[in-house]
């Protein structure tokens, strides 16, 4: 059998879409004998799904707008997700075109080179760190509400959840009642199949519905 630390591999393959047909056996088989890492998969995931309820993009009408005036060729925007350097770097350009067009207005006869050095040193670029401490705490907020203001599913919301990932698994199994966990994140099942003899454990996420299904030894 795998060890943890090659299942927590395996668990950040399948998440990320990579997980090959030969390990994801074997993967398996480690979470069904291994409770923390049932646990490990189980957070992993949860998370994994909230994230990518998270986006965030600099406005399109401003990007185009500094692309243009530096005259760089406009690229497609609309296809490309933008993340936290992305801002840092069109914060950049407008504090560079800031520069370049003020400049003229501040000094229209001239002025010395130490006069000049002085106002452009006066418009300082932001750093990583003054972008992220500006995007962090609303990205930060944005997650704790979505954690916060989940409800969880009543008992037959989950069971008629994981009733129809059965129809599409093509699964006929005899299912528990349903017990939810102390911190109501999630409903656990279990399923028997009489025809293959095997058991099944399925656990049904509040947060998104997401049915998580583990063969039993």
């Known amino acids: 059998m795998i060890s943890c630390e090659h299942c927590e591999e395996l668990i950040n393959a399948r998440l990320d879409g990579y997980l090959t047909e030969q390990d994801a056996p074997r993967l398996e088989e480690h979470l069904a004998q291994c409770p923390d890492c049932r646990s490990l998969d189980r957070d992993l995931t949860s998370l994994h799904h909230r ?36 801002a840092i770097a069109c914060a950049a350009a ?80 005899d299912l528990s009642p349903g017990t939810l966990s102390e911190d109501g994140a999630f409903w656990t099942f279990t399923g028997w199949d009489m025809d293959r003899d095997e058991n099944f454990q399925f656990t049904v996420y509040c947060s998104d519905g997401y049915v998580e299904e583990v063969l039993l030894p």
């Open 94 to 173: 407008a504090v560079v075109l800031m520069v370049v067009v003020l400049t003229p207005q501040m000094f229209p006869f001239g002025g010395s080179d130490a006069e000049i050095a002085g106002a452009t040193e006066s418009v300082q670029a932001p750093t990583a760190a003054d972008i992220a401490g500006d995007t962090a705490p609303a990205e930060g907020a944005a997650l704790e509400e979505n954690l916060t203001e989940t409800e969880p599913l009543t008992l037959e919301e989950a069971r008629n959840l994981l009733i129809d990932y059965l129809i599409d698994q093509g699964l006929s199994l």
């Open 51 to 86: 994230l990518q309820k998270l986006s965030f993009d600099p406005p399109e009408d401003l990007t185009a707008a500094i692309l243009s005036q530096l005259e760089v060729p406009q690229m497609n925007t609309a296809k490309k997700k933008k993340g936290p350097w992305a």
